[in-house]
């Protein structure tokens, strides 16, 4: 079983910043890329940043040079930077790992329950 747990979600004003992480454990022999999605009330779920193993990132075009997607490989964690917020920032954020099970030749994706952000103005 993989868990993963998204944390550091809360209300903040417009300029502000907050820190999301996430950990994800349970049986892993690897994890590929981490990534974190955010999905506003009438929208479609979208990809924020991502991460690979070895440190590449991409990051939508709306948040970069404000968001910075980082991890910690050892300790199985993804962390978003958020600064410079904005309201239309507000959503629920979701974190997604793909992780090779012990018990497994093949990678899965997993999701978090989702941590909420609102920005106001």
């Known amino acids: 079983q993989v868990l993963v747990v998204e944390s550091g979600g809360g209300l903040v004003q417009a300029g502000g910043s907050l820190r999301l992480s996430c950990v994800v454990s349970?049986?892993?022999?690897?994890?590929?890329?981490m990534d974190w999605y955010r999905q506003a009330p009438g929208k479609q779920r979208e990809l924020v940043a991502k991460?690979?193993?070895?440190?590449?990132?991409n990051y939508a075009d709306s948040v970069k040079g404000r968001f910075t997607i980082s991890r910690d490989n050892v300790k199985n964690t993804v962390y978003l930077q958020m600064n410079n917020l904005k309201p239309e920032d507000t959503a629920v954020y979701y974190c997604?790992?793909?992780?090779?099970?012990?018990?497994?030749?093949?990678?899965?994706?997993?999701w978090g329950q989702g941590t909420q952000v609102t920005v106001s103005s």
């Open positions: 997604r790992a793909v992780v090779r099970r012990f018990s497994s030749d093949y990678e899965g994706q997993y």
């Open positions: 349970g049986s892993i022999f690897s994890i590929n890329v």
């Open positions: 991460i690979t193993s070895g440190g590449s990132t």
